[in-house]
Structure formats: structure tokens, C-alpha cells
């Protein structure tokens, strides 16, 4: 080092500094390579290796800020070792603190709730205050809002749920159903098993006989199901980049969907009707109810979550939808449905690189497939434009003598419900569906 550095030699780094300094080297090689990129793009020469190089180093980003994510919240063992002075226990990386937990469901607590979740590394778009509002409002499901709060009246913590009370399907809360995400978010692990704990004994008081908890980091501690992963795929500067990635097969298909004639419209509620009459259709094809106008309407009104409906036409008729919303760079698609008599003219395939392109062009570094079984029709899908796998763990309070829940279309006892469900007329279970769905995860 020159005389008077401040500049720690890497052997004094701990692994945070190490981490970070990896992430800027590797920042400063996408930029690189992207440059490199573009000026093979102008001299029209090829650039595979370019891109392969740059699917390395996007990879390689994404594993540094989970790690990074992982580090800068201390594990459960180092919280429990520290002295606490909390009705719960909590504890920040810097020093002790206490905290209470708190009812958080009125407006008034959303602009600071918001803030804490959109600067919290763990967050998604559905911890958002405005999304249990709109579960509330439009499903009128009753919403539980937790926030832990410290002696300063911040807020190091909050957890949205829902409770769902069905005939048919049981008594439980959610956090967050209909979504992909949810859980608790803290700035400590105690901070995070208070909000858990508090959940849970709402949860006992309303009878309810678990809560599943979202989440995408494990917690030792509570009975977790690893059956889903969210298939993620980063995103170059400009599409003819992912283009070149995406493989031979993958653009032969994309090329056959152009010479089909399809059209393709961006909007948001001049496309509902449109949308819905593609998802209904579909979700009636899948023996699966389908959710109401009232749920995605509401949420189109909701601009803070840059909602946007993409649909695509064959003469003029729709076949082809999906659903959108972006959160801190990442664009995702929670629902999107093609009618099954187009699937010849490769409408699924052109549908998402029109959604993947828009991605890019409106500057998202971050493409959410969604949730997929491991292996299923839809994760070989999703894997085939690049997407790699991130896994979900579903965490669960169990009430005594409850076992783990199985609500998913493989359990036997559902099976009849979906074949009968195919059968029907798609104007009924356009009528019934709604409410049936409201008491579904």
C-alpha cells in the first residue's frame, strides 16, 4: 500500500469485505463485457463467448447478494448468545435493543411500513402495505399486520398475513396467499421470531390450525417444505443480448410465433377483460378455480407496483395473457395463461420473449418466472430461457396435534374436485370460482 492508505490489505478483510470487493470487480466486468458486446454488435461480428462470459458473471453477482444478504443479518446463535432487554428478546448486528410488537393494520402505519420494507435486502412487492389492503378490500378476507417497533417507535420488523377460514379447506393464515413471497421481515432473527411467535398466537386465538409462512431463506427451527423453487433470470442491457443467449431451439420456436400474424398490446385495465377471458378459460382447462375481476382490478389501481397486463391476439381475438409487476429491478410475472388451441402456433413462446424484451426495455435487471415444482412441465419450461432455480422454503406453525398441510392438486382427496372442474362450462366457473379461490392459499 502507498504511505497514508486507508485501503485494508485482503488478508485484514473479513468475509463481508471480501464479498463486496468481488461484487464490484464483477460490476466492473459486466460493464466491460457489455461494451465488448456492443461493439462486436456494430462491427457485425459474433459474440457467443461474450455472452456466455456475461451469464457467468450475472450468475456469480446474484450468489454475492444472497451471500452478502445471509452475512449482514447475524445467525440465530449469535442472536440468542447476546444479553437482551426486549419483551421478545431482540437484538440489531450493532447493539442491543428492545422492541414490542404491534397491530400495524390501519393506514396510518403504511407510508412507514413501506419504507422499512422497500430498504430491507429480504423484501418482495407483497410485503407491501398496499397489498393486504387489497386482499382485504377486494376478497374481503380478514388481514393481520404486524409490526415490531423499538423504543424510539421505529420500526425493525414487520410480517403481513391473512387468515382464511374455509368449510372445505380449513382454518389457517397465510403469509402472503395468492403470492409467491411473504414472512417475516426484521432486522435481527429475534426481531423476526417475535413477529412469528405474535403471528402464532393470533393465529391460536382465531382457532386456526397452522400458519404457512413464504419465504426464501430458511428457518431451522419450524417444519419447512422445499417442494418450490422461484426460477430467476438475469437480464443483459439490451435484448439482442439475451436473443444470442437463449439458445438455437428457443428462437426457432420465438421466429415460428412471429409468422403466426400475433399481436401483442401492453396496458392495464383496457386489456382486463381481454386478460381474464384467456385466464379463465385456462384455469377451467387446469381443474383450478379462477380468481375474480375484483382481485386484479384493484391491484391495476395500485401504481406503486407498476402492474401491467400483456396480451396477445390472433385475429384479433385473445389467446395468449399474462400478468405483471416490478419491484426494485426485477420484473415478475404472478399469473399468465395461453388458451391450448393456440399452443401450435408457439403463442406461449412469442408471449413471454415480448414480456422478457419489455423487461429489458424498461430497464428491470431481474426477469420472476415464478414458483415451479422441481422438474414439472413448467420448470423445464422456465429453464429453457435461462432461468436458474432459487429455493422457496414454506415454514409452518403447526397447532397441537396438526400435521403438516397437503393443499396441492396431488392430494387424493382433490383429485375428483378437478376432474369435475374441467368438465364444467367456463361461464359457471367464471360465476363460482371467485368464491371458491378466496379460501384456497
Known amino acids: 500500500m502507498k504511505p497514508g492508505s486507508t485501503t485494508k490489505p485482503i488478508g485484514n478483510m473479513g468475509p463481508t469485505e ?22 462486436c454488435k456494430k462491427a457485425g461480428e459474433g459474440f457467443d463467448d461474450l455472452l456466455l462470459a456475461m451469464k457467468s458473471v450475472s450468475s ?3 450468489q454475492i447478494d444472497d451471500e452478502l444478504q445471509a452475512l449482514e443479518l447475524p445467525t440465530a446463535d449469535d442472536a440468542d448468545s447476546q444479553q437482551t432487554t426486549a419483551d421478545c428478546g431482540a437484538q440489531t448486528p450493532q447493539a442491543a435493543i428492545s422492541f414490542s410488537i404491534t397491530r400495524a393494520d390501519g393506514p396510518e402505519w403504511a407510508a412507514r411500513w413501506n419504507a422499512y ?35 424510539h417507535n421505529e420500526i425493525v420488523g ?35 421470531d417475535g413477529l412469528i411467535k405474535a ?15 413464504r419465504e426464501t431463506k430458511p428457518r431451522p ?25 437463449i439458445g438455437s431451439k428457443v428462437r426457432a420456436q420465438i421466429k415460428a410465433g412471429q409468422a403466426n400474424d400475433l399481436r401483442v398490446a401492453f396496458g392495464s385495465h383496457e386489456l382486463l377483460h381481454d386478460c381474464y377471458t384467456v385466464f379463465a378459460h385456462n384455469m377451467r382447462d387446469l381443474g383450478t378455480p379462477v380468481y375474480g375481476k375484483r382481485l386484479v382490478g384493484p391491484l391495476l389501481d395500485q401504481t406503486s407496483l407498476a402492474p401491467r397486463l400483456v396480451v396477445l391476439y390472433c385475429k384479433n381475438k385473445p389467446v395468449s395473457c399474462g400478468f405483471l409487476l416490478g419491484y426494485r429491478g426485477t420484473l415478475e410475472i404472478p399469473w399468465a395463461s395461453t388458451l391450448r388451441s ?82 364444467m362450462p367456463v361461464a359457471l366457473t367464471t360465476l363460482i370460482g371467485p368464491g371458491i379461490v378466496r379460501n384456497l392459499p
Open 158 to 192: 414487520v410480517l403481513p398475513a391473512t387468515h382464511i377460514r374455509s368449510h372445505l379447506f380449513g382454518n389457517y393464515v397465510v403469509s402472503l396467499p395468492y403470492f409467491n413471497y411473504g414472512g417475516a421481515l426484521g432486522d435481527s432473527p429475534s426481531v423476526e
Open 342 to 423: 393456440v399452443n401450435k402456433l408457439n403463442a406461449n413462446m412469442l408471449l413471454y420473449w415480448h414480456i422478457l424484451e419489455f423487461a429489458i426495455n424498461q430497464g428491470y435487471k431481474r426477469f420472476d418466472f415464478g414458483r415451479s415444482s422441481k422438474d414439472a412441465n413448467t420448470f423445464r419450461f422456465k429453464k429453457q430461457w435461462g432461468a436458474t432455480p432459487r429455493q422457496l422454503y414454506w415454514h409452518y406453525w403447526l397447532a397441537d396435534g396438526t400435521e403438516l398441510p397437503e393443499m396441492n392438486p396431488k392430494n387424493p382427496k382433490f383429485q375428483l374436485l378437478i376432474a369435475v372442474w374441467r368438465r
Open 60 to 62: 456469480r453477482l446474484r
Open 221 to 245: 427451527s419450524y417444519p419447512t417444505k422445499t417442494e418450490k423453487v422461484a426460477m430467476l433470470l438475469d437480464l443483459p442491457d439490451q435484448p439482442e443480448q439475451l436473443w444470442q443467449s
Open 199 to 213: 403471528l402464532a398466537s393470533e393465529a391460536l386465538a382465531r382457532d386456526a390450525r397452522h400458519v404457512e409462512l
Open 117 to 151: 420494507v422497500d430498504r430491507h435486502p429480504n423484501a418482495s412487492i407483497y410485503h407491501r402495505h398496499e397489498l393486504a389492503n387489497v386482499i382485504r378490500t377486494a376478497l374481503h378476507q380478514p388481514c393481520i399486520c404486524f409490526a415490531a417497533v423499538d423504543e
Open 18 to 39: 471480501l464479498l463486496r470487493a468481488e461484487r464490484a470487480q464483477c460490476d466492473d466486468e459486466r460493464r466491460r463485457l457489455s461494451r465488448l458486446i456492443g461493439e
